[in-house]
Nanobody, 124 residues
């Protein structure tokens, strides 16, 4: 049974940092692409970053490039999202998602498994 559990959210001041974790179970990261998404109140869900299952190539939305870094630890079956230089507009519920894929790119995929989300609040 595929399961994704996010953690690491919280309240931080603008300019601060958080590291989100996505613990995966029921599958191994080598064969799945993992994505981070977010949804702010009253807004549509948007993609933030993803990492491919095979070679671990990464992709970032323009609004987080240079600030966020996605990584994975295969031994722990966990994907991380390091978020630096946080802005109030980064406030949202952050979700991780998975899709079975061995392609080298993760961008543009339709993710099939989702976690419950973790709240990130950035105060000004």
């Amino acid at each position: 049974q595929v399961q994704l559990v996010e953690s690491g959210g919280g309240l931080v001041q603008a300019g601060g940092s958080l590291r989100l974790s996505c613990a995966a179970s029921g599958f191994t990261l080598d064969y799945y692409a993992i994505g981070w998404f977010r949804q702010a109140p009253g807004k549509e869900r948007e993609g933030v970053s993803c990492i491919s299952g095979s070679v671990g190539s990464t992709h970032y939305a323009d609004f987080v490039k240079g600030r966020f870094t996605i990584s994975r630890d295969n031994a722990k079956n966990t994907v991380y999202l390091q978020m630096n230089s946080l802005k109030p507009e980064d406030t949202a519920v952050y979700y991780c998602a998975a899709v079975r894929s061995v392609q080298t790119t993760c961008a543009g995929k339709s993710f099939t498994f989702w976690g419950q989300g973790t709240q990130v609040t950035v105060s000004s």
